[in-house]
């Protein structure tokens, strides 16, 4: 079974940039996160989609970050502008549904460094 | 507000030996925890859980240990290996029940080492 995919691996941008990082999670997999984690400390939620529909976005810093979902597979999170510390890895993760027996399973993560 | 904890950045063992991570939460609603694993450049990867009706719970090498008197849990690996070297995160559900496993608050992760 094909685990969470995420690119890219790695990411460079100055601040005031924008910058996408896309996932496409494990199929059949109705649930799908993004989190943030930055150096030192553990990650941490910014939002939780429910097939296409955003579930809990209440720790996405909404005047920089956005996250689409098209069609229930695949997502993007966005920044724009960034600012230095958004310097983070930035990881998906996604589980069959909402329900308490499902565990979830991390991608690799794509590590953003703004300059 | 950090609901869950860990104390200790770091641990280093010897081979062979236990290492024992410690985990301590605030919010008494929490009622499942996780502990995760993750290497570098790689994403966390579950480990072990325990319920809040149990007090242990074993799965080969690893142990965990939940007392929620004290809001505190632990993981144990005996014996401890080299390929055990990671960090280790504490991790639970956030919100009550049908919260999936996957909205989760984590502490801040203790990074294992053990020397051959």
């Known amino acids: 079974e094909a685990g969470v995919a995420q690119s890219p691996r790695y990411k460079i941008i100055e601040k005031r940039q924008s910058v996408a990082f896309w996932c496409n999670p494990i199929s059949g997999h109705a649930t799908l996160y993004w989190y943030q984690q930055i150096l030192g400390q553990g990650p941490k939620l910014l939002i939780q989609?429910?097939?296409?529909?955003?579930?809990?976005d209440s720790q996405l810093p909404k005047d920089r970050f956005s996250a689409e979902r098209l069609k229930g597979v695949d997502s993007t999170l966005k920044i724009q502008p960034a600012k230095l510390e958004d310097s983070a890895v930035y990881l998906c993760?996604?589980?069959?549904?909402?329900?308490?027996?499902?565990?979830?399973?991390f991608g690799q993560g794509t590590r953003l460094t703004v300059v | 507000d950090q609901q869950v904890k860990q104390n200790s950045p770091s641990l280093s063992v010897q081979e062979g030996r236990i290492s024992i991570l410690n985990c301590d939460y605030t919010n008494s609603m929490f009622d499942y925890f996780l502990w995760y694993k993750k290497y570098p450049a790689e994403g966390p990867t579950f480990l072990i859980s325990?319920?809040?009706?149990?007090d242990k719970n074993e799965d080969g090498r690893f142990t965990v240990f939940l007392n929620k008197s004290a809001k505190h849990l632990s993981l144990h690996i005996v014996p401890s290996q080299p390929g055990d070297s990671a960090v280790y995160f504490c991790a639970a559900p956030r919100g009550a029940g049908g919260t999936s496993y996957g909205k989760l608050t984590f502490g801040q992760g203790t990074i294992l080492t053990v020397h051959p």
């Open positions: 989609f429910q097939n296409n529909g955003v579930v809990d």
């Open positions: 993760a996604s589980s069959l549904g909402r329900g308490r027996n499902t565990e979830a399973f």
């Open positions: 325990i319920s809040s009706i149990k």
